[in-house]
């Protein structure tokens, strides 16, 4: 297979980025990443900034990074090695150091003044994936769409990944052909690791995107809908249970409310949609409360399992559900209101009632002095946070976290960079 630049690139969305990062490992992935990018760069006037994470976890990885500097110098564009350092978990140290890969990578980015990260992963990556997503069956259902072609990190830098269609065989095929050699990482061999026993199992599955796709605009056009009613209190139209979507649209609702890092299950969403065709319901899900009452829902934080008193920290994540901001004013202890919500001579929306409204509120952030309740957090202070997309959002779940934030008062997300969004 001829690896063409122009195709792998051009859909790329450059026109107001003339720095792009690429993450570079020495690995075969990342290596013809960076050759087949440097191609098409130079043809385009884009500057190339290379990084590579030294996770300080074997012996070898700072002289593998000193190796990709000193390609990266006979190629004539910059590189800069990053160091994930501090004490590394005892357990859980995959995730620990994905986690640290993207923040350094965000970092390095920001500082090479671009909002793009390239990654290598190749079709091989993705099968692996769609085969050990499907094997967990990972959020309720909705792994199967494997890896997208651009993941959003922390609301500010995207990280795309244009070689998802072309298979490690070719990359390697395309860098032997020009005598460009690559380093072998030995934790690609380790059986320790899941990827790894997935790829020795010949176990693949290829991630089709399709469906979630379907689902999502779907359920954008119904989270469109969502009314913010007061402060921790939405609103949704009963008729909205039987619109295509429903279920997948309820799923995020209850994870946003409920603050959780994951959709709940697939299947006690669906139950729940199903039973909210009666007029009258009171249910939890997901740490959230839905109450249908005639031709209302309204979807609020239950108040078990809040979080207990904090001292106010700037850009800390409340409950999952805000960011703390600084703001001139929040000093104190952090808790929720709970029986406090009393004191909020707060309106009470049409179709709605006060012990609803106090209900949502109980559940609300608010600054105490000791044990003393001095006033609810204000907007400027807390911002709301998605809870399954605050770190990662997928391009391919762009819609309907786009939908609800415009309900939330957020600020709209950078578009996705790729130009054809059909796949994502």
């Known amino acids: 297979m001829r690896l063409d630049p122009e195709r792998l690139f051009a859909p790329l969305d450059l026109s107001a980025r003339r720095t792009v990062l690429v993450a570079v490992s020495g690995g075969s992935d990342s290596t013809a990443l960076l050759h087949l990018f440097i191609s098409f760069a130079e043809r385009h006037g884009i500057r190339v900034v290379a990084a590579t994470i030294d996770h300080s976890l074997r012996a070898a990885s700072a002289n593998e990074a000193r190796q990709v500097a000193a390609l990266c110098a006979t190629l004539g564009i910059e ?20 986690l640290a890969r993207y923040r350094l990578l965000a970092e390095a980015a920001k500082e090479a003044g671009t909002d793009l990260v390239l990654l290598g992963h190749t079709e ?25 072609r651009a993941t959003l990190y922390d609301e500010r830098t995207w990280f795309a990944r244009p070689l998802l269609d072309v298979s490690r065989r070719d990359l390697r095929a395309y860098l032997t052909g020009r005598h460009i050699g690559w380093i072998d990482d ?50 949704l139209d009963a008729s909205m249970v039987t619109a295509p979507g429903a279920a997948t649209a309820f799923r995020v609702i209850l994870a946003v409310i409920g603050g959780t890092d994951h959709l709940p299950d697939r299947a006690r969403g669906e139950a729940l949609v199903a039973r909210l065709s009666a007029p009258r319901l009171r249910a939890t899900l997901s740490r959230a409360v839905v109450d249908r009452r005639g031709g209302s829902i309204w979807l609020y934080r239950e108040r078990r399992s809040l979080p207990p008193p904090m001292p106010f920290s700037t850009d800390a994540i409340w409950d999952g559900r805000y960011r703390l901001i600084d703001a001139p004013g929040a000093d104190g202890t952090l808790a929720p209101l709970r029986e406090n919500a009393g004191e909020i001579d707060a309106p009470i929306p049409e179709r709605a009632s006060q012990a609803l409204v106090r209900a949502a509120l109980a559940a609300e952030p608010a600054l105490y002095q000791g044990t003393s309740f001095v006033r609810p957090l ?3 202070e807390a911002r709301p946070v998605l809870g399954p997309w605050r770190l990662f959002l997928p391009a391919f779940d762009l819609a309907p976290a786009a939908a609800l934030r415009r309900v939330l008062g957020l600020p709209d997300l950078p578009p996705s960079p790729w130009r054809d969004h059909i796949r994502e």
């Open 378 to 380: 204000w907007r400027d």
């Open 79 to 98: 590189h800069v090695t990053l160091r994930w350092s501090g004490e590394k978990p005892s357990t859980g140290i995959q995730a620990a150091a994905r």
């Open 186 to 235: 030995p934790s690609n061999r380790d059986p320790s690791y899941e990827r790894v026993r997935v790829r020795d199992s010949g176990a693949t599955a290829q991630a089709d995107a399709t469906s979630r796709l379907t689902e999502n605009a779907q359920a954008a056009i119904l989270l469109a809908s969502v009314e913010q009613a007061s402060p921790g209190l939405l609103r």
């Open 124 to 148: 091989d990556d993705q099968c692996e994936t769609g085969a050990m997503r499907r094997a967990r069956a990972s959020e309720g259902g909705r792994g199967d769409a494997g890896m997208a």
